[in-house]
């Protein structure tokens, strides 16, 4: 299959390797930012961590007319930058090429159906990568858990279930989702544990975890999010957020959020969507959010004074 990775970050360049090495698949890393594309046309994307370390044979461009159309363009920038993403990727994007886009957070949603028909959307989740980019064509991941694919419509659910296919056969351990409101809320739960006391403290995952102050504010921001999801209707396979969160934390401990890789950068985080989106819906459903509140006000005011966490003992 013809791909386009839509933002060849972290993320983006951990799906398009492994996409790539699977052989059958004509992989395209694309993203703006020049050096990272340059270090890879010129070496090689280099891979370390969870999947070994390994060299992959990705194209990688900063022009989506170098690529062309494609059969899947999988959205992999921060929520934010989805919208212009798309928009300069129309060379990309026929009347037949499916979208998926991977995301954490609430919000991409509103942005892509703007764009795509719901036919040719798919929504994914990827759980416990903890993905960086120490140096330009450099990508490590923490870990390789779990990638979930989701349609947003039922004529889009068999489209859903090739594409999580074609990422199972490649390596990953990926599923179709039947329920995208659930596979969305599960790694929210997860992630507004971990974003904003990370982000705020410098902590890695596995230091909150062990530290029993940022355990306790952490573990708060998981069961507000959970009473949000449940006074929303959202089905979840757990009844304990805090043991769901802490075994998801336990795969990554060494993991650093992407809100605190984009403090630590002196970069716009994703707190809207995560635990600013918390607190945004428990005040919609009158359930009580001030853990999500309060550390999602932190965040905008260091983002606001660009004030980034310390460096620490790891
Ligand atoms: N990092 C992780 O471990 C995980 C992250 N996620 C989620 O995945 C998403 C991506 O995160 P992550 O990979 O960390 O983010 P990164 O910031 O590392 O990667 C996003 C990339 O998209 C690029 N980009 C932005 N706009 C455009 C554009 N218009 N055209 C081309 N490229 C563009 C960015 O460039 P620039 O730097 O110039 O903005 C950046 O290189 C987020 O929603 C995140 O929450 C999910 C699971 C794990
Ligand atoms: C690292 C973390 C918790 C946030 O970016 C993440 O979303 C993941 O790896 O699943």
Redesign the pocket.
Known sequence: MKIAI????????VYGAILARAGDNDVWL????KE?IDAIRANGLKVTGASGDWLSPSKAT?DPAEVGMCELVIV????R?IE??L???RPMIGPETLVLS????LG?YDILVKTVSKDRLLLG?????????PTPGHVH??GFEIVKIGATVPDAQPAAETVAKLWAEAGFRAEAAPDIQSMIWS?LIC?VTYSAVCGITGLTIGQVMETPEAWRVASSCASEAFAVARARGIALSFDDPVAYVHKFGSAIPG?K???L??RLAG?QG?ID??NGAVADEGAKLGVPTPTNAIVAGLVRAMEAHDMRPASHKN
Do not use: C
Request: glycine share 16%.
């Open positions: 839509l933002g060849a970050g972290a993320m983006g360049s694309v993203d703006r930012w990272h900063t992999a920038t921060k929520t930058d212009s993403a928009t300069g990727a991977i995301q954490n957070g991409a989740i990827a759980g416990g990568f903890g993905a960086t980019i991941h923490n790694k992630n993991a959020p992407s809100l890789l984009d970069r994703e969507f995560l």
